[in-house]
């Protein structure tokens, strides 16, 4: 008989969860590991930590960059889905997100100042080539990378890699969520979804899936009297102008959860389903959109991962 072993504790600015079902022993140990997973993908690739690579990596005037196995391959990544989403997906955008305030952790921004200066798109992931080989970082040195929630993802993925081997696991790092197996004594890992007014609207179940939302209704303050958030979108280099206030999606990975949920909050409801091309290649499940008028849409692959709705 085994037990469910629970971790809760607070890493990249958000509230976390991994549980276990392992034996006491056993279980803590790898859970414990599992959180050490998270805090290092926060301590590297972190935009508010001055010390993480990221930021080195930032902050760096050389167009060509030395950086450690593990920030090359994220960053090409990134670039990866950028060219796949034809840069709707786009990580050098830390810039523009300066430029309206987002220069720190969303708690200490200042909620209401004048008005932002226009910032020129001068840079974009075509700026941007990683030699993974010699894990370099080609790129001017203004084109400045934010790995924001692609980073998130990555960690719940990595966590949950390291708890694989239990009859059941869940990561959830402030909404990222991963999960293999299925808990003791239930069918499937049951996870809740909540709209942008935080109603819940429907309850997912699987086995092993992940689920990523991308929303404009938490980080949202005012320039100059307007509202900005902090989803910005590449083509325009300013807040996405998009109908939803939060797009969730369900695939295979979290990483390909969290590229899937901003690609569509950005294009808007009903923009991509599971059956687009993009989707196929990212293993994306199902997509979910509230509206700004808080209209729930939902596409199939959505509605039939739905233990209620």
């Excluded at 960059?65 to 997906?89: C, H, K, Q």
Aim: charged content about 25%; overall charge negative.
């Amino acid at each position: 008989m085994s037990t469910m072993n629970r971790r809760e504790f607070r890493a990249m600015n958000a509230d976390c969860l991994i549980l276990a079902a392992a034996d006491d022993a056993v279980g803590e140990c790898e859970v414990s590991r599992a959180v050490q997973v998270v805090h290092c993908y926060e301590r590297k690739f972190s935009r508010f930590l001055e010390d993480s690579e990221l930021s080195r990596l930032n902050n760096d005037e050389r167009d060509e960059v030395p950086v450690s196995r593990e920030l090359a391959a994220i960053v090409s990544r990134a670039i990866y889905y950028a060219e796949l989403t034809n840069g709707v997906f786009d990580p050098v955008v830390l810039r523009e997100l300066r430029a309206l305030g987002y220069d720190r952790s969303f708690e200490l921004v200042e909620r209401d100042a004048a008005a932002a200066k226009p910032v020129p798109r001068t840079y974009t992931w075509r700026d941007v080539y990683v030699d993974r080989t010699r894990h370099v970082v080609n790129r001017p040195a203004g084109a400045m990378i934010d790995l924001g929630g692609l980073a998130k993802g990555a960690a719940a993925d990595a966590a949950l890699g390291q708890l694989a081997h239990f009859p059941g696991a869940l990561v959830d790092l402030g909404g990222d969520v991963r999960v293999n197996g299925q808990p003791e004594g239930f069918d499937a890992w049951n996870v809740g979804y909540d709209d942008a007014t935080g109603e819940q609207r429907a309850i997912l179940s699987f086995h092993d899936a992940a689920v990523a939302t991308s929303s404009t209704a938490k980080r949202r303050w005012n320039r100059g009297g307007q509202p900005v958030h902090h989803i910005i979108d590449p083509r325009t280099g300013a807040s996405a102008d998009t109908n939803v206030a939060q797009c969730s999606v369900i695939a295979d990975t979290t990483e390909h959860a969290e590229v899937g949920a901003k690609l569509g909050l950005i294009l808007g409801a009903g923009s991509i389903s599971e059956r687009d091309d993009i989707a196929v290649v990212l293993g994306l499940r199902g997509v979910a959109w509230n509206t700004n008028d808080n209209e729930y849409v939902a596409t199939e692959g959505w509605k039939e991962s739905c233990a209620v709705q």
